[in-house]
Each structure stands twice: as C-alpha cells, then as structure tokens.
C-alpha cells in the first residue's frame, strides 16, 4: 500500500489502522504492538506511517485536556503551572537526550510478533506487580503516620517530583525501544513508582507528555522522510485518513479511560496483555 495508488481497499485498511491506533494508545496495551500485529495479516506500513498517526491519537488529548493546557498556558506566572510545566519540559528533554542517540545507534528489537509477545507478558506481570505495590506502600504510610492524617496525605499528593519526570522520560525510551511495552503504560506505572500514587495524576502527567513526545516524533520522522529521496512514496490520503480515525477515537477513549481509574485497577489491561502475549506466542511462533 506504501508505493500504490490509493483506492479504497486502501483507505479502508487505513481506517482500521487508525482505529486500532486510537484505541490502544492510551489504554495500557501497546498500539505499536497492536499495529505490528495487524499489519502482520493487513500488510505493512511504513515507520512515518506508523509514527504519525500516533501524533493523531495525541491530538485527541489536546482536545480532551484543553481546559488544563489553557490553564498551564494563562498560568504561566504562577509558581504551581511554572513547576509542572518544568518538570514535563525535563521529561521530555529525557526523552530527547537518551532516545535519539538509541534510535541513531539503530538499537531496536526487530518488529515481528515474538518480542511484541514477550514485551505484553512481561509488561502485565510488571503492572499487576508495580500496582500491588504502590498500594502496599501507601496503606503503610497511612497506618505509620496519625490514621486521618496519613489517610488524607496519601490522598491529596499528585504533586510530579523531579525523580518522576527523570523516570517517566527514560520509561518513553523504554517503550521506543521494545515494541509492545506501551508509551503509555510504562509512563504511567514509572510514575506511580517513583511517587506519584495518584493514578490519574500519573495518567495526566503521562498522556500531556505524550504531547511534545509524539508531535517531535512525526515532526522528526517527516523531516527524515523529506531528507530522503530513495524513501518509497507515501500514501497520503491514506495517512490522512488513519491519522483523523485515531484522533476521534483516540478522543473516546481518553475520556473513558480517565473516568475509569478514579476508582479502578489497571488489573483487567494486564491480564488481557498476558492473554494476547501468550495467544500470539502458541499461535504465531517465529513471525
């Protein structure tokens, strides 16, 4: 599909492409995972493809966050918006300083199904563990420190420390790294171990990261495609297509998925990757 004219078997694999991409970016599952493992049976894509759809998925955060962003931007004078925007400005900047070096050394595993599989399994026992933990701490806290006291204080601490920004920007090179860990995921639960026990306050902190993370990303993949005169034609009404279809279900899923863990584990994501991880491994081994 990279190098053919446009029809519309073509802007239909799109479509699904983009809606695959819209609703695993966020959730805790892996959407490059995902695309590697629909494009193992639909075709492949090319890395700008791939790439800049997510940058679709991303808008949808824009949108969903735009009270926050509007506030961060008219807040700038106040000492609480300057802080938080510093630390996703470190994060990024983390991001930045350790992935493109990674990416330049060509240091990736290969995009067939066996690591994405080996990466979902490992990362659902990871959440399940990591979540089990933060908890166990933050009830010990509580019962250490006066019991309303404590209770109230593990409750009412959202606030993003430096060692979280360090931490959640090297967790996005993690997830550039081996496909199927999940942008998202690994930020999130880098966050919620580094201190910030909130998981809405880690998902926040994670999804507006995304922001600069993502749109850097295409940015940088589309001037390496430009810099490029061999690179294979791209189907551009294609991509177009994808990247709308992610960002409106992208947008869907953002505000279910922030309703959701108020109050709910991420539990059911980590069983479903080690499901998938192990589905993938006895039906698809050596792809």
Do not use: C
């Not at 507006?208 to 993370?213: A, D, K, S, Y």
């Not at 993949?221 to 294609?238: K, S, V």
């Amino acid at each position: 599909m990279i190098a053919a004219p446009t029809d519309l078997n073509d802007l239909l694999i799109a479509l699904l492409l983009g809606v695959i991409e819209g609703l695993t970016e966020f959730l805790p599952v892996s959407s490059t995972g995902h695309l590697l493992i629909a494009q193992h049976w639909l075709g492949p894509e090319s890395d700008l493809f791939n790439i800049v759809i997510q940058s679709g998925a991303i808008l949808a955060i824009v949108l969903v966050f735009r009270a926050r962003l509007m506030a961060l931007a008219t807040g700038w004078r106040e000492r609480e918006s300057q802080d938080y925007v510093l630390k996703l400005g470190v994060a990024f900047a983390v991001t930045a300083a350790v992935g493109l070096p990674v990416r330049k050394l060509g240091w990736e595993l290969p995009e067939t199904v066996w690591p994405v599989a080996i990466a979902l399994i490992l990362g659902g026992i990871a959440m399940i563990v990591i979540e089990r933990y933060v908890e166990w701490r933050n009830a010990r806290l509580a019962v250490t420190s006066d019991r309303v006291v404590g209770s109230a204080l593990a409750a009412s601490l959202p606030a993003v420390s430096w060692n979280v920004a360090v931490w959640v920007g090297l967790a996005q090179v993690l997830a550039g790294v081996f496909p199927g860990t999940s942008r998202s995921a690994a930020a999130i639960f880098a966050a919620m171990l580094a201190g910030l026990w909130s998981r809405p306050a880690a998902a926040e902190f994670a999804f507006l990261l995304g922001i600069p993370t993502m749109f850097a990303a295409s940015a940088y993949a589309l001037l390496e495609y430009a810099r490029n005169p061999a690179a294979p034609r791209e189907d551009w009404p294609a991509l177009g297509v994808a990247f709308v279809a992610a960002a409106l279900t992208g947008f869907v899923v953002v505000r279910w998925l922030l309703a959701y863990v108020k109050s709910r584990r991420f539990t059911v994501f980590a069983v479903y990757r080690i499901v998938l991880g192990i589905a993938l491994l006895l039906f698809l081994p050596g792809q």
